[in-house]
């Protein structure tokens, strides 16, 4: 992820040099935005072994959170703009908690890091609507507490990234001096997501059937 972050930064860098020379339209952004997402997860735990599943565990889970987001964006022609869309904090799911009360109680939540979307925004002729489409990317680190017989006393799973493709629609209305508001509403179906927590009677979760749905209200300036 971090070299996509830096990739990205260097092909503006440079688009909005040509931008200034091809007098296209270049344009930055400030989103807050409330993000609903679900998914289901399924837990396998093995045997001492690690060569067959004792039991298995099925949940689907969603949450809802606010944060905000920055986005640069470039103006190819008066009715099309791309651009890379960056959420600067991490976002955190609710704690799941296993054999509560007991000797060998974990806690396991995860974070959301590094959401870009890279995308296309096309105007309709609708009077400021507009088409989104794009392509999305997230690292999903997982955060846990876990009991566990080993001799250090606690165990961990790994980390996996998701990425899926976002559409959606949104109003997009001029105020002055190159400022506009931007209402929009998209959507993200992500691709699954499996962890392991490197035991011998390893414990395997996977997340399935991970959407999104973002409403969002930015506020643009173009230069």
Known sequence: MKKLIIAISSLWLL????????????????????????????????????????????????????????????????????????????????????NEGMSNEST????????????????????????????????VISKEIMGSTDSDGASSYGNDNASGMTVGLGYHHELAGGVAVRLELTGTDFSDVKVVNGQTNKTEITVKEMIGARGTLSIVKSF
């Open 15 to 98: 688009t909005f040099s040509s931008a200034m020379s091809m007098e296209l339209r270049p344009s930055i952004g400030l989103s807050a935005n409330m993000g609903v997402y679900a998914a289901t997860g399924t837990e396998n735990n093995f045997d001492e072994q690690g060569s067959a599943i004792d039991t298995t565990t099925k949940e689907h889970g969603a949450f809802a959170t606010e944060f905000g987001s920055v986005f640069v964006e470039l103006g190819l022609s008066d009715a099309i703009s791309v651009g890379v869309d960056y959420v600067p904090m991490a976002l955190e799911t609710p704690q799941n908690i296993s």
């Open 108 to 139: 396991v939540e995860a974070h959301f890091e590094d959401l870009t979307t890279v995308y296309a925004k096309m105007n309709l002729p609708l009077g400021g609507a507009y088409l989104k489409v794009g392509y999305t990317q997230v690292e």
